[in-house]
């Protein structure tokens, strides 16, 4: 096996010395459970471990406390902790990785809808966890990108994006106007559906998302992020290989259903999404894409227009049909026109 990057290893030596010394100040692990999912083969648990001065008061489901962006970074993540998770009666262990996550598929089998599992460390700290399993007969699904689709951060220009992250109050960021409505809407036509919020952004800000997406109520759905730190084979993880490896897993997970993509034209959605399409052309329903302003562009990535898909405009290209609109209002008439469409034979 290769040795890790010299960045990872860095950072590795920093979390030890770090742990070292909260543990001595009498620092304790809290978990911070994130909502799961499952299917008729599996249940898939998401959480993080990290260090804390008292884990008793955690809230539930860690949506009850309301702080500034930076917060949620200054964490001291708990690594190689064991954990125990307890489904249906039965525990599984698992062990925190390098920054202190757990991301364990069992084989458990529980029917459709919401459930709660149990999490604890050493036997003790418990901390309820939530996982949706979609009904196993739905063919429909929706898949939505996070930032400037339904939240508007900018990223990631680094200045505005440290704006909005570290200094501003979460309750401060805006909502893009009529997309909670319209996957309401997508949702209710389809009971049972799965809902997956798919985002480059880093796990440390999972519970602030949680909490931002149910106080201007989008449905729930489990969250699949990413870390921003070293990884093993460089300095940063790759935004656009995370989104990739996520579509093509959620295609092998849920092979009947058919996704609705919803993303922003601000980065790389349109070419992911598109991709997709071209390489899972039966797991693809429609492609939803939000028209970022030419401000919000230029705040994206430094021009005032789109990224280029470079497959945009190649005929021999298959993807699916893709609207477009500067919010979720004018997305819903064209994405219902799409959906109301006969099946092709």
């Known amino acids: 096996m290769a040795r890790p990057h010299y960045a990872s290893r860095l950072e590795d030596w920093f979390n030890v010395g770090v742990q070292a010394v909260l543990r001595r100040r009498g620092w304790q692990e809290r978990i911070i459970p994130q909502v799961g999912y499952g299917n008729t083969e599996f249940v898939r648990v998401l959480a993080r471990v990290v260090l804390g001065r008292d884990p008793r008061n955690q809230p539930r ?7 500034r962006g930076w917060r ?21 262990d698992a062990v925190t990785d390098r920054g ?3 991301d364990l598929t069992v084989p458990e089998v529980l029917p459709a809808g919401w459930h709660e599992i149990m999490l604890g ?14 009904d196993p007969d739905a063919t429909f699904g929706l898949v ?10 900018m990223l990631p220009r680094p200045m505005i994006a440290a704006w909005n992250t570290f200094v501003r109050d979460e309750q401060a960021r805006r909502v893009v106007p009529g997309m909670a409505g319209l996957y309401d809407e997508l949702l209710a036509d389809h009971p049972g559906a799965p809902m997956f919020y798919l985002s480059t952004g880093a796990w440390n800000t999972a519970p602030t998302l949680t909490r931002f997406l149910a106080r201007h109520g989008y449905p729930p759905g489990p969250l699949l992020m990413t870390d921003w730190g070293p990884t093993n084979t460089g ?11 996520a579509l093509r897993r959620l295609a092998r997970e849920f092979p009947k259903v058919r996704w609705v993509l919803i993303g922003d034209d601000g980065q790389h959605d349109p070419q992911l999404y598109g991709d997709f399409a071209q390489s899972h052309p039966d797991h693809v329903l429609a492609i939803g894409i939000r028209q970022l302003t030419p401000a919000e562009q230029v705040l994206s990535h430094g021009l005032p227009v789109p990224n280029p898909d470079p497959g945009a405009h190649d005929p021999q290209r298959p993807t699916a049909v893709t609207v477009q609109g500067p919010d979720g209002h004018a997305l819903r008439p064209q994405l219902r026109d799409v959906l109301a469409r006969p099946e092709p034979t």
């Open 61 to 67: 489901y860690d949506e009850d406390q309301v702080v």
């Open 72 to 92: 949620v970074f200054v964490t001291a993540p708990a690594t190689k902790v064991l954990v125990s998770v307890t489904i249906n009666g039965r525990t599984y």
């Open 100 to 102: 202190g996550f757990i």
């Open 121 to 134: 460390v050493h036997g003790e700290r418990q901390a309820r966890a939530r996982i949706f399993v979609p």
């Open 144 to 153: 939505s990108d996070i930032d400037d689709t339904v939240i508007l951060t």
């Open 235 to 245: 300095w940063f993880r790759s935004g656009q290989e995370h989104k990739r490896t």
